[in-house]
């Protein structure tokens, strides 16, 4: 990103960046989608990388980073549509080191760190929608600590994790539970996602759970957050790449003997689609550095970037598929590939227009016009 960055975070750039292009190539990828959507050999040398730990402490096993080295790293990934969640790996360091007791750390941020464990966050419920604070999940105590009892759609690759973090209500109130997927009582139905990544629904049937906090909604909300900042800088990447492919591709194009990038009409669109690409790149920096805010300015400025990102990544996407003709929308052509990451990343951690009702609703207080 165009920011002032550290020698530490040039270098974490820098190996990122060289990994996308050597390791993840197109092909690759094209061929990790046959197979299912996840790689855990990918996913094994991102932990080999560091990127796993990014936000878990050195004392286990991570690398004891923040905000601005997830943005780097996730940046680089978004250039190459790396399928793999990477972003959970950062959500459920974060949300473990701030939150749960002393023993669920020592027990699972090492593995974390060292890609041992894919922990991700099943939170996302059918009646729900976006809204945090609907939650039908229950969980009730058992003998042994806490039973679980939820189903959770969409979650990412749902059926290979290891573990996930799940918020259900315990005495009223929303709590936040880690649940192992094999666990009795937990069953996971995956199945591809139209960016070629995996997902699944997940079934929990009075499944054994530990208790992360029960202060579930503070913590949720929390995790969402690292998750929106992560795929904001993420979408950057990706909308770099796909203005670059964009561009190249009108600079080689001829129509009436010349290229296409010299008509007049065509340029003004590539300029709008490059000041959109600037707003989200600033938006993704913002983000970052918002993300260890108090929790009101967090969340506020966490929707403000969501939403001009999903503005963004949807100007973006259309319009490298209406510059590049119908080639833009064929499975053979990398372009195509990028339009629908941007497409499922705009409704992911909510979508442009849920994000606009939280810029308004946190604005009432303080924005007469809305008064």
């Known amino acids: ?39 855990r050999a990918a996913w094994n040398e991102l932990a080999e990388l560091g990127l796993c730990g990014l936000y878990i402490a050195e004392d286990h096993g991570g690398m004891g980073m923040g905000p601005i080295e997830g943005m780097v790293a996730m940046e680089e990934l978004g250039r ?40 991700v966050l ?65 069953a996971a139905r995956g199945y591809g996602t139209q960016d070629g990544s995996r997902a699944a629904e997940v079934v929990f049937d009075n499944a054994a759970a530990t208790l992360v906090t029960r202060d579930g909604l503070t913590a949720l909300e929390h995790a ?14 990706v909308m770099d790449k796909t203005v670059a492919i964009t561009v190249e591709y009108m600079n080689q194009r001829k129509q009436f003997g010349v290229t296409i990038a010299s008509f007049q009409a065509l340029r003004h669109r590539i300029a709008d689609v490059k000041m959109q690409l600037e707003l989200a790149r600033s938006m993704a920096y913002y983000a970052s550095l918002k993300l260890n805010a108090p929790t009101e300015e967090r969340r506020r400025a966490m929707a403000r970037a969501k939403y001009q990102l999903g503005n963004s990544m949807r100007l973006v996407g259309q319009q490298a598929v209406q510059l590049h003709g119908g080639i833009g929308v064929t499975d053979e052509y990398i372009v195509s590939h990028y339009f629908k990451r941007l497409t499922q990343m705009e409704m992911t951690f909510g979508d442009t227009l849920h994000q606009l009702g939280e810029v308004s609703k946190r604005m009432q207080d303080t924005a007469g016009v809305f008064a």
């Open 122 to 186: 099943a939170h996302q419920e059918r009646a729900a929608r976006y809204n945090l604070e609907k939650c039908e999940a229950k969980a009730t105590a058992a003998q042994a600590g806490w039973t679980l009892s939820a189903t959770k759609s969409i979650v990412p690759a749902g059926d290979q994790a290891d573990a996930y973090l799940v918020p259900a209500l315990l005495d009223g109130q929303q709590a936040l539970f880690l649940v192992e997927r094999n666990a009795s009582g937990v």
């Open 1 to 39: 990103m165009n920011c002032d960055v550290s020698n530490d975070q040039r270098q974490l750039r820098d190996a990122v960046q060289k990994w996308v292009e050597k390791a993840y190539t197109f092909e690759r990828r094209n061929s990790i989608v046959k197979e299912g959507g996840f790689s």
């Open 224 to 237: 969402v957050d690292i998750g929106i900042a992560a795929l904001c800088a993420e979408a950057v990447g």
């Open 80 to 119: 190459g549509i790396v399928m793999e969640p990477l972003a959970h790996a950062l959500i459920a360091g974060g949300v473990l080191s701030g939150y749960a007791p002393a023993d669920v750390q020592a027990t699972w941020l090492p593995q974390i760190a060292s890609g041992e464990a894919l922990v």
